[in-house]
């Protein structure tokens, strides 16, 4: 009796904490891009490499969109420059903490 009652108590515990852990990141994956004003002029990349493609300059104070913290150097984001809307990288230097 004591081996059964153990054995779903472990069970309960193991689907609560599945359960939890699938919570969290469907609330991470619900957040939409969040705007950010940049604190320097920076560049927006078609890439995260040295030879990424140049896609524009982005002046200091301006507004974008930050969609993803891709790593520790770089975030993806979108913006709207000369009424066209462009998605690249910027260094994460580009914004203040």
């Known amino acids: 009796m004591k081996k059964a009652l153990l054995y779903f108590s472990s069970v309960a515990?193991?689907?609560?904490c599945s359960a939890a852990s699938t919570e969290s990141r469907s609330n991470k994956a619900s957040a939409g891009p969040v705007a950010h004003n940049t604190v320097v002029e920076c560049i927006l990349y078609d890439g995260m490499t040295k030879e990424s493609r140049q896609l524009t300059t982005v002046g200091s104070?301006?507004?974008?969109q930050v969609m993803d913290t891709v790593d520790a150097y770089?975030?993806?984001?979108?913006?709207?420059?000369?009424?066209k809307t462009e998605s690249?990288?910027?260094?994460?230097t580009c914004f203040s903490k």
């Open 13 to 16: 515990l193991l689907a609560s």
């Open 61 to 64: 104070g301006s507004e974008v």
């Open 74 to 83: 770089f975030v993806k984001v979108r913006l709207t420059a000369a009424g």
């Open 88 to 92: 690249g990288y910027m260094y994460r």
